[in-house]
């Protein structure tokens, strides 16, 4: 079973909520008919909407761990996307990390370097197409580092179209 960590911001940068889902439709949904295990940092903006999606599909060998430092820590939509997940009775771990210095970049970084040391694959989706100081590159630099492989989504993709997002690579 592959092991996917799935990394973003809270923001969305240029692109628009349903371009986001047709981007996990067409890039995410392949592993998770293969029953990934999914890795998610539990936060607002990228994070929830993964886990959102990942909990409405009906893929049973799939299985997620979502790793906060705290659920109580996060934003009320994320604490919501969590509940929702559970609630579905699907396979979901939550590690919470509690980091010694609390909410904060010390304890964001350890989060991110735990997820890539789960995952065999990063899947990233940053706000900005090119690198930046975000904890999204952070990810994404890491993964880089530890060898993993990586899916990075550019911003811009998928442009919106005439008729809605495109979903074309």
Same mark, same amino acid.
């Given at each position: 079973?592959? !092991?996917? %960590?799935?990394?973003?911001?809270?923001?969305?940068?240029?692109?628009?909520?349903?371009?986001?889902?047709? %981007?996990?439709? $067409?890039? @995410? @949904?392949?592993? %998770?008919? @293969? &029953?990934?295990?999914? +890795?998610?940092?539990?936060?607002?903006?990228? #994070?929830? *909407?993964?886990?959102?999606?990942?909990?409405?599909?009906?893929?049973?060998?799939?299985?997620? +761990?979502? +790793?906060?430092?705290?659920?109580?820590?996060?934003?009320?939509?994320? /604490?919501?996307?969590?509940?929702?997940?559970? #609630?579905?009775?699907?396979?979901?771990?939550?590690?919470? @990390?509690?980091?010694?210095?609390?909410?904060?970049?010390?304890?964001?970084? %350890?989060?991110? *370097?735990?997820?890539?040391? /789960?995952?065999?694959?990063?899947? &990233?989706?940053?706000?900005?197409?090119?690198?930046? /100081?975000?904890?999204?590159?952070? $990810?994404?630099?890491?993964?880089?580092?530890?060898?993993?492989?990586?899916? $990075? +989504?550019?911003? !811009?993709?998928?442009?919106?179209?005439?008729?809605?997002?495109?979903? /074309?690579?």
């Amino acid at each position: 079973m592959i !092991s996917a %960590a799935v990394t973003g911001s809270r923001e969305l940068g240029p692109r628009t909520r349903a371009g986001v889902i047709a %981007a996990f439709d $067409t890039l @995410l @949904l392949p592993f %998770a008919r @293969l &029953g990934a295990r999914w +890795v998610l940092g539990g936060a607002a903006g990228i #994070d929830t *909407m993964v886990l959102d999606w990942l909990t409405g599909l009906d893929h049973p060998g799939s299985s997620l +761990v979502v +790793v906060p430092v705290t659920v109580a820590d996060q934003p009320p939509e994320a /604490q919501r996307a969590i509940r929702a997940a559970r #609630d579905r009775g699907g396979r979901i771990e939550v590690v919470e @990390l509690r980091h010694p210095a609390g909410v904060g970049p010390a304890a964001w970084t %350890a989060r991110n *370097m735990f997820m890539v040391e /789960q995952s065999q694959i990063v899947i &990233g989706f940053p706000a900005t197409d090119r690198p930046d /100081q975000s904890g999204t590159w952070e $990810t994404l630099n890491y993964a880089r580092r530890r060898q993993r492989a990586l899916l $990075t +989504v550019p911003a !811009s993709w998928p442009a919106p179209g005439p008729d809605g997002p495109s979903a /074309q690579l």
